[in-house]
């Protein structure tokens, strides 16, 4: 039996509004509340609602037999109850039908796991806290923001009682190897790790509408077969992406909708195919073998390291000074300045700073609300030293 | 292919971004295997462009050049000179005086030609104003489109549009406009109606356009009526500097500098450098703000300065030239080019060449055609003054910029812009 595994992030990070020197010590509100309510309005339109309606649609159709999971971001959720509470309301059902696993992930969608074990720990239960009291489960299945990971990653997860872990099917962690296989975590003795197929995942996440890509136009038919064509060299196939891939990277007359839609009973017509959650696939299918990551990896771009993030003196610089203040702004005791705090540790920030997309193609500036990394550095650096300033006075 | 070009100054006597343009193109160019002949209106009693110097406020002069582009010029192009003492940037007002200064001073001036080169007569007295001159200009420089063999004509900017025109007349051959900067770029609003139909009847007559970039070619077919499909970008670049790694970096003041190097004229918006300033110096006063420069805004701004009680904060150096060009580069740490409406703007490439990080107004070429730098509207000196005050502050922002910026600028050449303005000559032989 193969298993067909799907997983999507949602995620929406606090987007800060334009903050210049001269507010430091002068305001203390960083956060753009009309660019975020818009913008999270506008991506529930376009991917969130429709795609909800579709999944639950096939869910019902297939009757149980097509399952799904989701990572949803703590930040994301916080918005949807503040400017989309349908959308929050639409995984509710979902999360109702039994055929959908919530995975847990860091509350902040931050990179807090690189710079205070405390911190990410206190994320992880934070939201784990969360998926409990949205959608009434107690999640099983970690994944770390961006799916960055390593063999430390792995031994936290496992002590905290996981049973599995998800990251990138990165080549060079595989070698030889497929990612259509459950493994071990090299220092674990039971967390399960889940490796993304990258290859399939990305023909839906970026190549779908894309008119130069030899295999355009994408039919369920055809990527069905891709999928069939792997039975015996595999025991799951795990198709990893964002879920605003649904109508928001792939606009819906890309008829992304249309393909998602034909796609389960495609899938399912083959006797030895069938959908799974990572959770089912983990407690179903045993380690083929281990994995050994000792340096960090991470879904994104063609380096899948850490350099979308860390890559240059600017990020490096922003980010240990947001981790720098931990001390101080623990001590305030204040939630709302530990919230503030923590909305800036979220991973965006450090991706809009970075000067790789100059090069490194379309999808940093896509998602960039800034014009330059420049920008992006100055405007947050301006923030964090306001917030900084606020806990001397604290103090 | 055989070009007849006009143009401006040449090194070393170099006044401003203009000249530094054809150089740089004209050069390039020729070592693809172009054959130039290059006019341009020199007067005969100084052998250098007329251009009475100090009376400007310019990017770019001659020292770092001094060298090597004889040996070029010798080497590659054929100079044709014409007495005249036009000069890039002239309006009627400096023409005046400096028809005056020329009359009293005629027999002071040192007789200094060091390019070999051949003079076409200027057939008599210079026109009385300038529009005379121009035309007067036009038809000598014109007339040498007769006597030297060539496949296509090129002219710089209005002041040679008149001559690129009467060339054509003589010759029959296509006439490439290469658009450096516009009447409006230089006056805003307040045209000057004659230079006006000058440009727009030259773009109208060439067979094709080159402009120095989108904004630019916006320009030309918003104001003047031009189709889009004649016009080709080509942006400028700037010529390799061999960079001072041997040599210790100047030692920096705690005293930060922020530097406005540009003519002190409505176009290079001098007055909004000066409102960021003050907004800086609310905040910190450890920062001094250097304008080298001249130009006829330059009273205004001191007197500025002085309302706004800054006047301490700031030094007006007056035109720099060469190594004093280069020396304060070096000293500053912020280099601001706030300009109005900029067609390209070298000099950022100039500042980045001495890793200082630039911000440039939205309203010009260069941020079209660099992403390492900060780019505001002109008229936005709060977010000026606050990117001033980030570049002053975060210095892993400083190291990124200028670390990013200056393997940007490897990719800005003057080959790439010879390049495409050899693919218009082309399309223009094939359609002839």
């Known amino acids: ?395 | 292919m055989r070009v007849l070009m006009y143009g401006w100054e040449f090194p070393p006597h170099i006044s401003g971004g203009l000249g530094t343009a054809c150089f740089g193109l004209t050069q390039a160019m020729a070592l693809q295997g172009q054959r130039i002949t290059f006019v341009l209106p020199r007067t005969s009693s100084t052998g250098s462009s007329g251009s009475p110097v100090t009376l400007l406020g310019c990017d770019q002069v001659e020292a770092e050049y001094s060298r090597t582009p004889e040996e070029f010029l010798e080497k590659y192009l054929t100079i044709e000179t014409v007495d005249s003492p036009l000069y890039p940037y002239v309006n009627q007002e400096e023409y005046t005086k400096y028809m005056e200064a020329f009359a009293r001073g005629r027999k002071d001036r040192e007789i200094a030609s060091d390019i070999p080169e051949k003079t076409t007569s200027g057939e008599g007295e210079y026109g009385p104003n300038l529009l005379h001159e121009i035309r007067r200009y036009a038809s000598v420089a014109g007339s040498i489109a007769t006597k030297v063999q060539h496949d296509v004509l090129h002219a710089h900017d209005w002041l040679t549009i008149p001559a690129g025109i009467e060339a054509r007349r003589a010759s029959k051959r296509p006439l490439v406009v290469h658009i450096h900067s516009l009447e409006f770029d230089r006056s805003g609003d307040h045209v000057n109606q004659h230079v006006y139909d000058i440009e727009r009847a030259g773009m109208e007559q060439a067979d094709r356009i080159i402009a120095v970039s989108n904004f630019t070619k916006n320009k030309i077919t918003r104001h003047y009526g031009i189709n889009p499909d004649k016009i080709t970008v080509v942006h400028n670049a700037v010529i390799k500097r061999a960079r001072a790694h041997a040599a210790p970096a100047p030692i920096k003041c705690p005293v930060k500098t922020v530097l406005f190097l540009g003519r002190v004229t409505f176009q290079k918006g001098p007055d909004y450098f000066v409102e960021a300033a003050a907004k800086v110096l609310s905040l910190r006063k450890d920062v001094r703000f250097v304008v080298a420069g001249c130009g006829d805004m330059l009273h205004r701004m001191i007197e500025r300065v002085t309302e706004l009680r800054i006047g301490r904060y700031f030094h007006f150096t007056g035109f720099l030239r060469g190594n004093d060009v280069s020396r304060i580069f070096g000293k500053s740490d912020v280099y601001v080019m706030p300009s109005v409406s900029e067609p390209f703007g070298i000099s950022p490439l100039e500042a980045i060449q001495h890793d200082v990080p630039v911000i440039v107004s939205r309203q010009s070429g260069i941020s079209e055609a660099v992403g390492n730098i900060f780019k505001v509207n002109f008229w936005d000196v709060r977010e000026l003054a606050d990117r001033i005050l980030a570049l002053l502050t975060y210095k892993p922002l400083r190291d990124v910029m200028t670390g990013e910026a200056a393997v940007e600028l490897n990719t800005i050449t003057w080959e790439k812009a010879a390049r495409r303005v050899g693919e218009v000559y082309y399309q223009l032989e094939k359609a002839g």
């Open chain 1, 1 to 395: 039996m193969v298993n067909v595994c799907f997983y999507f992030q949602v995620h929406q990070p606090h987007r800060l509004r334009n903050y210049s020197f001269f507010d430091i010590g002068e305001s203390h509100l960083y956060h753009d509340e009309a660019a975020n309510g818009s913008i999270v309005r506008k991506v529930a339109a376009k991917c969130y609602l429709p795609a909800n309606r579709l999944m639950l649609d096939l869910i019902n159709r297939h009757q149980g037999q097509f399952r799904i999971a989701y990572a949803v971001s703590g930040t994301a959720i916080e918005q949807f109850r503040k400017f989309s509470p349908e959308t929050l309301d639409s995984f509710r059902q979902l999360a109702a039908t039994g055929c959908v696993e919530f995975i847990n992930e860091t509350y902040y969608h931050s990179l807090s796991f690189l710079f205070s074990q405390t911190e990410f720990e206190d994320q992880v239960a934070m939201h784990r806290q969360l998926i409990h009291d949205e959608f009434g489960q107690w999640p099983s299945t970690f994944r770390n923001t961006e799916l960055i990971y390593n063999n430390d990653l792995a031994t936290c997860i496992e002590r905290l009682g996981y049973k599995t872990i998800i990251t990138e099917g990165a080549d060079r962690i595989l070698q030889w190897r497929s990612p259509n296989y459950v493994y071990r975590p090299a220092p674990c003795s039971h967390l399960k790790l889940l490796l993304k197929n990258y290859q399939l995942s990305d023909d839906i996440a970026f190549r779908f509408s894309n008119r130069g890509w030899q295999e355009h136009p994408l039919t369920a038919d055809k990527y069905t077969k891709w999928l069939h064509s792997s039975n015996g060299a595999g025991t799951t196939i795990n198709l990893f992406m964002d879920y605003e891939t649904f109508g928001e990277h792939q606009w819906q007359d890309t008829g992304i909708f249309k393909f998602l839609d034909h796609l389960p009973s495609q899938v399912l017509s083959h006797p030895d195919f069938r959908f799974a959650t990572p959770g089912e696939v983990s407690a179903t299918v045993a380690a083929e073998g281990e994995i050994d990551v000792p340096d960090f990896i991470s879904w994104a771009d063609t380096e899948r390291d850490l350099s979308a993030w860390t890559g240059n003196a600017m990020q490096k610089d922003a980010m240990e000074h947001i981790f720098s203040l931990e001390g101080a702004v623990r001590e305030t005791r204040n939630p709302d300045l530990i919230h503030v705090w923590r909305t800036l540790q979220t991973s965006d920030h450090f991706y809009y700073m970075c000067t790789k997309w100059f090069s490194d193609g379309d999808v940093h500036k896509y998602f960039n609300p800034y014009g330059s990394p420049y920008d992006a550095y100055t405007n947050y650096n301006n923030a964090a030293k306001d917030l900084e300033l606020s806990l001397s006075r604290e103090q």
